[in-house]
């Protein structure tokens, strides 16, 4: 039986009048490697969605013919089998990302299926992908390398016999991809079928046995890999590795530091340095150069490794980091690694007027900027379309058409390529060109960086290592594993906290204790005890400098704002005047009265803090899970938290973006102001959507069932102290909330029962 | 006195058991009950006739009902949480008339002593009486001798009451008797003379304790010198249904002062204490004593005591509230204290000291009964159907919602960095500011959701997730979350219904301007009533106090207008996002 059967399959989109797929007849057996390519937008990535059975569950379209993995419908099988029969890794392997830890990732799918063993079988899959062997080590901590092999190791974990890849290497440079095309092929030899869909050829024709080309939703061609029709793939806008004219040609790169092009006739753009850049908590800088200098026509390519400072020299440039002095004559534009965040209008024409639109040019200018932009990219019959609902390629032309109608000098470029085919990336890069403006791009594709580019520089360990004047090849490969050392992810830092010590329920009570004793309390004296009751596990866990300060200000916005607000609308008598403002007074008592009232707040946030920095976020969730709060609930949340960072740094590239294109956002009318801020959204959103697809596809692929209960990989056990410290702060709250509950009442005049006058006086006098 | 100790002794053996039923004694002066348990009602029944009922506040054991007794035996029914029904005769050997003898009148009834000498403190130059009350227990002839002057009283019924009232002269005593059937009795009423300006400055109000319980000790439960009353429609509800502490019996004092004056002077003296509350000059309504209608419009509650020569004493002066006539809020009133020394017309000491009273807001309570009702729900839905939903939908709309909780987390956070400098200058007031950000930017948010997912059960997901999110990266978990998050849930699923935007798709393909009415009627009307029940829990909860304009103005705009404007945004963009999603 094969490991995939294709009979007459195809698929229509839900808003496509004809299929995207159809036709496909194919078998895959056991123990293959096969590549599937073709030009952008060709139906590669639906047909292997198609294969993974996500189209026929999520897809709201028709699913034509039939597919079969090991013999059953794809879109059929339960999560668990889903798990066991086969695996999907997509494009970009931060979306894909599960859990927290690198063992976490792995026994996922175990869990899913509830294997045996998981521990071990953790290190082996591990050792199996060359994955660092600690089980705790955060995955924000990786390579981008590391995280695709990663997501891949996890998505084989439950032995699944069919594997499937979409563009895996299109985020990593070439050593990272001929290290995961080496795995692969393990794989396979190992007698699981491989389907790998990708664009970079000369990284994966060496080592698959198969490769099926399509185009227009059908599959073309499929030959072995000596036998592939070049003549075919020019056609496509691809092509054969080797037969490149530029191929032969050579970058004489020379080592060291070369800030400044050897022309010196042409007019200075930029000029910037000496650039350093360290993101926090890291070990090492991240960007340590001297200088760089962007001369008019001048087309710099940056090369390096994942990691190698090449996205923090650009941000530096762009004013994302404060790195040193940049002194720029003219406009710089820069654009995103993704380029989806520079898109945040209703229409492509919205989209590629904004920019002269914001530089107070006329009707007729502005339609003339947009017109040749839109026909310098190719995108004149989109104009009308919402850039969100464009195909990826289409969308990235869009981004570069609305930087070329802002006539930007200098143009900045982060990896714009990844994904891309080689027709659409051509047509891009000529686009761009231009005697009056400069233009820096990050790359991994050396022969994208011979063809366009002037000048090379190649990058390592945040400084520059050699540059050359574009005439041949390119420089030698590099270290991944180093690369993966060096390539924390900015701004990122993975909380982990040492296993021990109290267990996370029991802490949950104690906050939850907490809070109920802020309501409970009243006095200035009980609830200042309760605030140094709680203030005092932070002493113990030491708090880090970050959380101080966030700390300190949230205590003073909290204790501020409460005072100010019962001075002013303290409503009991007597009452002093304290400030006299028109006619807002600020009462004497009801300062007092909020000094004591912050109390409360301070100790359930101080409780808060303790509660946050001293138990890791996966412990806190599965402590909820032990809790009975409901495994998928409790599981999209954890997901949907360690997205935050990337989400808000989504959220400050299109800030920077937009005002990089149009006038300061302050600078406008509240109304104005206010709309655009939600505008902003609409790329942040549009990026979550694909995100989210992301996410379930591999959550889809790893047997995620929000009901079914899983093995759980971190028991824990409630020791004598903490049963003890539990019981103790249950019967203190409980007693204490219910005399106030008696107390109230009582002065509700509900119930008045002779024999508790002395509780009600204590609780008067004490809570 | 040997009766009473022996019925104590009985009651001290019989708790060492279970709670004996109260021992009863009847005698010349009415009904004695002594108890274990506090007395709360006595009622005194002959022949199927109730001669006498009377409650008791506080948690007194003992309890005394004056009234004259037939000579047959009474019926004596007593409330001790449980009722006893006990019976007793009065001796046969007493005098068929009881007299007693007011010295100066307006003093305490005392009985008449048997033979020998009255002392009474008398103010040169003023004029004072002596009443001598007749109570008939069976019909007789009573002939008394007041001074010079002889008078004959016929007593022709059980209970006839008769009141002699004479002038008491300060320069001398006067001779009382009293000549019965079975006996006589003589008394020699002796004045000592004392200036009336003299006694101002002997006698000293020394402590003066409000509230009080019946006994004079401080009522501990609640604040000093206060009025605290629940809210006004919460009384309502209480007397209405007959329910509670004063619901039952309304009668009751609210408390009581206790006033304690020192007399430094040779002799004893006696006083009244007069207590009563003003409102502006005029006797406030709500304090007045309207249960005995004995003012006369004076407003004026009044107690008499005997202070000794050189020592303390305190009477406790009882407080009443007509609670139904007294605003919400914090109110006031002026009580004012007098003590006159009897036979003075004049007080010689005055205290007047403002009497504060705060009422809760009906308006709170219902606010928050609401958000009770409401959180309840709301976690009730949620805990039926999230398991429903995790179960039917699928992973794509799962992960999608946990994107927008993300998106609606890194709002949160950003705009709480924000507000927390704002807060530091607008204080209360920056939630108006960083509201326009952050109200907006997550509803529109929630309503561009609600666009992608048009059902029941996406608002609570998304705001399940944003909270537990919120609790794992910040700590932020609290009982009282059930209360602000379950109602959240509960208005805003109930509105996006009502609004028809979680009853399928269908409306999102209308006009522009009909999804923007429906949005807006959805999140904006969802919005008013949980800022309203958050504002309300936040007061009960928190014991925060807010001015009536600053809750209009939070309900106005961050509960309202700027909700109406998120969706005014989120109409065109979500339905951009749209084409994303399919």
């Known amino acids: 039986m094969s490991a995939l059967t294709f009979q007459g399959a195809g698929y229509r989109y839900p808003s496509g009048e004809e299929p995207a797929v159809q036709g496909v007849d194919l078998a895959v057996e056991s123990g293959q490697l096969v590549l599937l390519t073709g030009p952008t937008g060709c139906g590669k990535s639906t047909l292997i969605r198609l294969a993974a059975g996500l189209l026929g569950r999520h897809g709201g379209g028709d699913v034509l013919g039939s597919v079969e993995v090991q013999g059953e419908d794809p879109a059929r099988l339960t999560p668990a089998d889903r798990a066991r029969q086969l695996g999907f890794v997509s494009q970009t392997p931060d979306r894909q990302l599960l859990t927290a830890t690198t063992g976490d990732e792995i026994a996922f799918p175990l869990e899913s299926v509830g294997a ?24 924000q901590a990786l390579s981008g390398g590391q995280k695709q092999r990663l997501v891949t190791a996890s998505a084989m974990a439950a032995g699944a016999g069919l594997l499937l890849l979409d563009e895996p290497l299109a985020q990593l440079d070439p050593a990272g991809a001929a290290a995961l095309m080496a795995r692969l092929r393990g794989v396979a030899d190992a007698g699981v079928a491989v389907v790998v869909v990708e664009h970079r050829l000369s990284a994966t024709l060496p080592l698959v046995d198969r490769v099926l080309v399509m185009d227009g939703g059908r599959i073309v061609a499929d030959s072995s890999p000596a036998q592939v029709d070049a003549e075919l793939l020019g056609r496509l806008g691809m092509r054969l590795p080797g037969t490149s004219p530029e191929r032969n040609a050579s970058v004489p790169l020379e080592e060291g530091d070369a800030r400044e092009s050897s022309d010196e006739e042409r007019r200075v753009l930029l000029e910037a340095g000496p650039l350093r850049h360290r993101y926090r908590e890291a070990d090492q800088d991240a960007l340590d150069i001297a200088g760089l200098t962007l001369r008019a026509g001048e087309r710099v390519a940056l090369l390096g490794a994942n990691g190698s400072g090449k996205s923090t020299l650009i941000g530096a440039l762009a004013g994302e980091h404060d790195a040193g002095a940049v002194q720029s004559r003219g406009r710089v534009l820069d654009l995103p690694q993704d380029p989806d965040l520079a898109l945040f209008s209703a229409t492509v ?24 932009a839109a026909a310098a990219t190719s995108v004149q019959d989109l ?36 994904g891309q085919d080689h027709g659409h990336v051509e047509r891009m890069m000529l686009a761009l060109r231009s005697e009056e403006r400069a233009l820096l791009f990050a790359t991994h594709d050396e022969a994208l960086a011979q063809r366009h580019a002037t000048r090379v520089l190649r990058m390592e360990a945040g400084r520059f290592v050699a540059h050359g004047e574009v005439r041949g090849d390119a420089a030698p490969a590099h270290d991944e594993a180093a690369a993966g050392a060096a390539s924390a992810i900015p701004g990122s830092m993975p909380r982990s906290a040492p296993r021990g010590g109290l267990d996370p329920r029991v802490r949950i009570a104690l906050l939850i204790c907490v809070g109920v004793l802020a309501v409970v309390l009243s006095r200035a004296s009980s609830l200042a005890t309760l605030a140094l009751l709680c203030a005092f596990p932070l002493l113990l866990v030491g708090v880090p400098r970050r959380w101080l300060l966030r700390g300190g200000l949230g205590l003073l916005a909290i204790v501020w704002s409460t005072v100010l607000s019962q001075g002013l609308f303290y409503a009991e008598l007597p009452r002093v005047p304290l400030v006299r403002a028109g006619p807002l007074v600020i009462w004497t008592e009801g300062v007092l009265w909020g000094l004591v009232q912050s109390l409360r707040f301070v100790s359930t946030l101080l409780a808060g803090l303790a509660l946050v920095i001293s138990t890791s976020p996966d412990r806190l969730y599965s402590a909820l899970l032990r809790l009975r709060i409901p495994y998928g609930l409790a599981f999209l949340s954890s997901m949907a938290l360690r997205t935050v960072p990337e989400t808000a740094r989504s959220a400050l590239i299109v800030r920077r973006a937009r005002a990089r294109r149009g006038r300061s956002l302050w600078a406008r009318s509240p109304w104005a102001w206010l709309r655009l801020e939600v505008e902003m959204l609409r790329p942040v959103v549009a990026e979550s959507l694909r995100r989210a697809r992301s996410l379930a596809e591999a959550l889809d692929s790893r047997g995620f069932d929000p009901l079914v209960p899983r ?43 002779p024999a508790l006058r002395p509780l009600y006086g204590w609780v008067r006098a004490w809570l | 006195m040997l009766r009473a100790l022996t019925i104590a002794c009985v009651l001290a053996l019989g708790g060492c058991a279970q709670p004996a039923a109260p021992a009863v004694e009847c005698d010349d002066v009415g009904v004695r009950v002594v108890s274990v348990e506090p007395v709360e009602r006595v009622e005194v029944w002959s022949d199927g006739d109730r001669l006498a009922r009377r409650s008791f506040p506080g948690d007194s054991t003992e309890a005394r009902l004056a009234l004259p ?36 009148a307006g003093q305490t009834l005392a009985p008449f002593p048997e033979t020998g000498r009255v002392q009474f403190v008398a103010f040169e130059g003023a004029d004072a009486s ?4 007749l109570t008939a227990r069976e019909p007789s002839a009573v002939t008394l001798r007041l001074g010079g002057e002889r008078l004959r009283v016929d007593m022709t019924a059980p209970g006839q009451r008769e009141v002699i009232t004479r002038p008491l002269p300060s320069d001398r005593a006067t001779e009382v008797v009293v000549e019965g059937p079975r006996a006589v009795r003589k008394a020699t009423l002796t004045p000592w003379t004392v200036g009336a300006g003299q006694v101002g400055e002997t006698l000293a109000l020394t402590d003066l304790v409000f509230p009080t319980d019946a006994a004079g000790f401080v009522d501990v439960a609640r604040p000093e010198g206060r009025v605290t009353l629940p809210g006004l429609g919460w009384t309502r509800l209480l007397a209405w249904a007959g329910l509670g502490t004063r619901g039952q019996d309304r009668e009751l004092p609210w408390g009581w002062h206790a006033v304690t004056l020192r007399n430094a002077g040779e002799k004893p003296l006696d006083v009244a204490v007069a207590s009563r509350v003003l409102e502006g000059d005029e006797p406030a309504e709500a304090f007045r004593p309207v249960v005995r209608d004995e003012d006369g419009g004076t407003g004026l509650v009044t107690a008499l005591l005997r202070i000794p020569a050189g020592g303390e004493a305190t009477a406790v002066v009882p407080l009443f509230v007509t609670a139904a006539v007294l605003p919400e809020g914090a109110s006031e009133f002026t009580h004012e204290l007098t003590v006159t020394p009897l036979g003075l017309s004049k007080p010689v000491l005055t205290r007047t000291q403002p009497l504060r009273v705060s009422r809760g807001s009906s308006w709170v309570a219902v606010g928050f009964a609401l958000a009770l009702m409401a959180a309840c729900l709301g976690v009730g839905s949620a805990l039926i159907g999230v398991p429903r939903w995790l179960r039917t939908w699928s992973t794509t709309d799962l992960t999608t919602i946990a994107v927008f909780a993300t998106l609606g987390f890194v709002i949160t956070a950003f705009t709480a960095v924000l507000s927390s400098g704002l807060a530091a200058v607008l204080g209360p007031f920056s939630m108006l500011v960083t509201g326009l950000l952050s109200d907006c930017l997550r509803s529109a948010l929630l309503a561009t959701l609600i666009v992608l997912l048009p059902r029941r059960g996406t608002a609570t997901v998304f705001l399940l997730l944003g909270w537990l999110m919120g609790g794992v990266a910040l700590g932020a978990f609290s009982p009282t979350d059930f209360v602000f998050v379950g109602s959240r849930i509960f208005w805003l699923e109930l509105f996006l219904w009502i609004a028809g935007l979680t009853r399928g798709g269908a409306w999102r393909d209308g006009s522009p301007v009909s999804r923007f009415v429906r949005l807006a009627g959805g999140f904006a009307g969802a919005s008013l009533l949980s800022m309203a029940g958050s504002l309300a829990s936040q007061i009960v909860l928190f014991r925060l106090y ?20 998120a969706c005014l945004l989120a109409t065109s963009f979500a339905a951009s996002l749209r084409e994303v999603q399919s």
Do not use: N
Not at chain 1, 118 to 136: C, D, K, M, N, Y
């Open chain 1, 383 to 418: 104009l009308d379309r919402s850039p969100h609902a464009l195909s990826r390629g289409q969308r990235l032309r869009v981004a570069v058409a609305a930087m070329l109608a802002c006539e930007p000098d200098i143009v900045l470029l982060d990896e714009p390529t990844s």
């Open chain 2, 130 to 133: 002596y009443a001598v009350v």
């Open chain 2, 69 to 104: 007794l037939p000579a047959s035996e009474v019926e004596v029914r007593v409330w001790t949480g449980e009722r006893h029904t006990l019976r007793c005769t009065r001796p046969a050997d007493e005098p068929l008339v009881d007299v007693q003898l007011a010295a100066p």
């Open chain 2, 546 to 565: 807010y001015a009536a304009w600053f809750v209009l103005l939070m309900l106005a705009l961050p509960g309202f207008l700027y909700d109406v404007l």
């Open chain 1, 349 to 372: 024409r919205e989209e590629l007027a904004h920019g002269a639109k914001e530089q107070r040019l006329g009707d007729r200018a502005v339609q003339g900027r947009v017109a040749a």
């Open chain 1, 116 to 139: 045996p063993g998981i521990a071990s079988r953790v290190t082996q899959q591990l050792a199996q992908f060359g994955l660092p062997g600690e089980h705790t080590r955060s995955t």
């Open chain 1, 711 to 753: 093995t759980e990989r971190h028991p824990s056990r409630i020791g004598v102290g903490g049963w003890g410290l539990l019981g103790t702060a249950v019967v203190v709250t409980a007693t204490l909330a219910a005399g106030r509950i008696l107390f109230v009442l009582y002065s509700a005049e509900v119930l008045y029962l």
